[in-house]
């Protein structure tokens, strides 16, 4: 019953709002807390690597992610398959530093609350830096996740087809910006993620209100009872669509991935848990991988529209996402996966895939590996 009602529109919409989420916080919650589903996990292709017979295996430590869906238990079924060594390392505790002795790479990431992301990227950096442990995500990755701001300034620079963003940290500034706009417009915080946070600015009336208030002494409230939009505004133009947003999920050569629906009377969809599963268009694969080109991650989560006027819009990408199930693409009905081959051709392979285990090759193949030998030699 309660999980039909939550399917109704009104009160999807209603579940994304900050009002909702606020008031929500004051009464009692559950913590969060580490679930196991490695006994429940799909009958999916296992994945495997050569391991050079040079080089020796590496051990891993894995910093559990809180909630369901994780993504340590695919870890460590991808471990399992390869026979390496790996314990759970908790890096929250007071001796994280001398913990990470025991493990050469460290893997995974507990979610994307403020603390945790404050928390990882401080951690992942000192690792890498000071350690010179093998992270994943890295801490350059780690920074990227959940900063669409960091999205925004890397897509100007590296000419990736984002969707025009309007970032100021100064008041005056982003007061002038509104005469440039062309309403409606949207506004986003940093971090966030599943819709919450963003808001259709509809007049300059309206966006003057949000620049006052995240100006303002106290910044302005967002969903989050202790977070507050501080000294920034982030604004989006609005890209009339056709009711869908595409997620493509790229690992390496592989890509995955499906259409998320937007609920009628709102324009978002992420969050909203309206699926569909069907080919995906050979363009926007491209376009997903050219942005993993330059992003250069074991895995890379793009989302993007498919505007009225044809193009195609990159809103926001990561390095992480939550993963449900071993089918992330459907084609015709059938699970698989897209793969590039070398003539840049794309042919579709079906099969199950926990894409988690994919992106932890690719990392190994591509960036444990080579730097193993370059410091052999």
Known sequence: MLDNIKKINPIRKLRKSAFYSRIRQYLPMSELEYIDDRDRLEDAVAITIDWPKNVKKPIFGIVQDYGGDPRWTKYH??????????????IHSHNWIEKAAEYDIIIGFP?????????????YYFLETYLGKTCYPSSAHSFLYEDKSLE??????????????????DRTDALRLIEELNFPIVSKIVPSSGSMGME??????????????????????????YFQQKNYIYFQDFIPNDGFDIRAIVVGDCVFGYYRKVPEGDFRASGMNLV???GLPQEAIRIARKVNKIIDCPMLVVDMLHGLDGEYYVIEFSPICQIETSEQLHVDGVPGVYVFEDDESIHFLEGRYWVHELALREMLLNDYLPKIVTEKT
């Open 77 to 90: 079924r991808f471990l399992d398959n390869n026979s390496f060594r790996y314990d759970i390392y908790n």
């Open 111 to 123: 979610s994307s609350e403020l603390c945790h992301l404050e928390e990882m990227r401080r951690k």
């Open 152 to 169: 925004a300034f890397i897509s100007k620079v590296a000419g990736i087809p984002f969707v025009n963003t309007y970032v100021s940290h």
């Open 200 to 225: 259709l600015v509809v007049s300059p009336k309206h966006c003057r209100k949000i620049i006052n208030q995240a100006f303002s002494r106290n910044g302005r409230k967002t969903h989050r009872i």
């Open 276 to 278: 569909e599963k069907r």
